[in-house]
């Protein structure tokens, strides 16, 4: 496999549930990001990670809990989470090991959460 | 703080017909600017950036656009649109003195045959 790639592509859970959203990159990358996208508003940045040490998380509800245990993986665990979270969240990395404005990031498909 | 309009939500066109995405930002000196795009389904992909050098840059896809800094923006163009180039467009804005890289609420573009 190539690029970034997001399991699963769709979930459904209810508000108490526990799951959690697995990201996998393949281009040797040394940063990996966590996007909340909904509708009709810009790519929200919710966690930043580089060479796994976490390096942003933009106030982000405790409800979402990311980990990061090697460069090529990273995860989002989900706890107790609110219709209002109902989004894509999108998964991307980018080469550079400096977190920075000019990084071009490569993006996964997405998983496509609906919250009950 | 940068910021990053993109004016038009939805434009339509015809295939074949030339195509003009407006992106505006707002930021105190030159930034840098991208254009993504999202096919449906799938996730965002780089068409183009610039950083420094020359105002017109080239994309993939057949894809230009021109930095216009009196302006303040980053228009995307194409001269002919095939039907395959719907999709959203996002422009990106990244600061050079911080890590930020803003987004704007993306233009759905929608082809006729």
């Known amino acids: 496999e190539t690029g970034v790639t997001q399991t699963p592509r769709h979930l459904v859970m209810g508000m108490t549930n526990k799951k959690s959203l697995k990201c996998e990159q393949h281009?040797?990358?040394?940063?990996m990001y966590w996007y909340k996208q909904s509708a009709k508003k810009p790519l929200e940045l919710m966690f930043v990670y580089s060479l796994e040490e976490r390096v942003e998380n933009n106030s982000v509800p405790s409800r979402f809990s990311p980990e990061c245990p090697n460069s090529s993986h990273l995860f989002l665990h989900l706890h107790t989470l609110q219709p209002e979270d109902s989004a894509l969240y999108l998964c991307?990395?980018?080469?550079?090991?400096?977190?920075?404005?000019?990084?071009?990031?490569?993006f996964g498909a997405g998983s496509r959460l609906t919250v009950l | 703080a940068q910021s990053v309009t993109q004016p038009d939500i939805h434009i339509t066109v015809s295939e074949g017909a030339s195509l003009e995405l407006r992106c505006n930002y707002s930021?105190?000196?030159?930034?840098?600017l991208f254009w993504y795009v999202q096919s449906p389904g799938q996730g965002l992909q780089l068409l183009l950036k610039?950083?420094?050098?020359?105002?017109l840059v080239q994309g993939i896809k057949g894809f230009e656009a021109e930095f216009k800094r009196s302006q303040s923006s980053f228009n995307l163009r194409k001269p002919s649109v095939h039907w395959s180039d719907a999709a959203e467009y996002f422009c990106a804005v990244g600061a050079r003195n911080t890590d930020k890289l803003i987004f704007g609420t993306g233009t759905r573009l929608q082809v006729f045959p």
């Open positions: 930021y105190g000196a030159t930034p840098y």
């Open positions: 610039y950083f420094s050098g020359d105002t």
């Open positions: 281009l040797g990358h040394n940063a």
């Open positions: 991307a990395s980018s080469q550079e090991k400096r977190t920075s404005g000019a990084n071009v990031l490569t």
